[in-house]
């Protein structure tokens, strides 16, 4: 479509719009929150202000971009008229949220025609805001992020996350078992966005997991490769919801491959 918008215009919306709604989360963490209900586990929860940050995004969106699709985790989904679809997580993080550790972002990712062209990942607790347009690198505050120079798998520290199921949990501790000895550590800090955006920034050396949803690593995940890193998954495959791994190109292959082996990271 020729009259689609500059991404770093769609970089400005979403910027706005993010740190709105992260003023909105802050401001309700200042009282008691409890998990409202829960999602595809008793452990998946949700609280009444993921559904008001998604609403907040969802109005403003409306406002400074009538016609775009959305697609929230709390259910927005519509596939809107211009070439140009938001990928929203409201609250990513909500246990963190919950138990009051800083580790919760909002994050708000702009796609067109299918492919990510601007992301930011705003974490109001931590003091960080990330973001990135499709050609133009990545950023904290300002700041450009190259990713990690470790080169040796052994050297590196490595995130990862769990999910909800204990069927998944049980399989994700059998690669773990795997993965912890051939490593210098592992991370595990509860919000995927933010483990993408650290390894952007080199605040860990990778990152993979298994389960992440569009609105998980959208933002996250344009900010850690135009940082420099490979994101994808297994055997050349995409990152997709089977896994995602990211990782300076040194530390790609070799953690890609000891992901490969049995039992592999991308099945339960």
Same mark, same amino acid.
């Given at each position: 479509m020729s009259d689609l918008p500059d991404p770093d215009i769609l970089l400005d919306v979403a910027l706005t719009i993010a740190r709105e709604a992260g003023e909105l989360l802050a401001r309700g963490r200042e009282g008691a929150v409890a998990a409202e209900t829960t999602k595809s586990s008793p452990t998946? !929860? !949700? $609280?009444?202000?993921?559904?008001?940050?998604?609403?907040? !995004? =969802?109005?403003?969106? %409306?406002?400074?971009? +009538?016609?775009?699709?959305?697609?929230?985790e709390e259910g927005s989904d519509s596939a809107g008229s $211009? %070439?140009?679809?938001?990928?929203?997580? +409201?609250?990513?993080g909500t246990v963190n949220f919950l138990y009051r550790l800083p580790n919760w972002a909002v994050s708000i990712a702009a796609e067109v025609d299918g492919e990510v062209v601007a992301g930011v990942v705003h974490a109001p607790a931590m003091g960080a805001t990330y973001t990135a347009v499709r050609g133009g690198g990545a950023f904290r505050d300002g700041t450009a992020l190259t990713g990690s120079t470790v080169t040796t798998l052994a050297g590196a520290l490595v995130a990862t996350g769990f999910g909800y199921l204990e069927s998944r949990r049980a399989a994700q501790a059998a690669v773990l078992t795997? !993965? #912890?000895?051939?490593?210098?550590d592992i991370r595990r800090m509860g919000a995927a966005s933010l483990d993408l955006c650290a390894a952007a920034g080199g605040l860990v050396d990778a990152y993979y997991e298994r389960g992440l949803k569009p609105w998980d690593h959208a933002a996250g995940g344009l900010v850690a490769a135009e940082a420099g890193l490979r994101?994808?998954?297994?055997? %050349?495959?995409?990152?997709?919801?089977?896994? $995602? #791994?990211? =990782?300076?190109? =040194?530390?790609? %292959? +070799?953690? $890609?491959?000891l992901l490969a082996e049995d039992p592999p990271a991308d099945r339960d």
């Open positions: 998946d !929860v !949700v $609280t009444a202000l993921d559904r008001a940050s998604e609403a907040l !995004v =969802a109005r403003r969106l %409306g406002e400074l971009r +009538p016609g775009d699709g959305l697609l929230g $211009t %070439g140009v679809r938001w990928i929203v997580d +409201p609250l990513d795997r !993965v #912890v000895p051939r490593v210098r994101v994808g998954g297994l055997h %050349g495959r995409p990152a997709t919801e089977d896994l $995602t #791994v990211a =990782a300076p190109p =040194a530390l790609f %292959g +070799p953690l $890609t491959d």
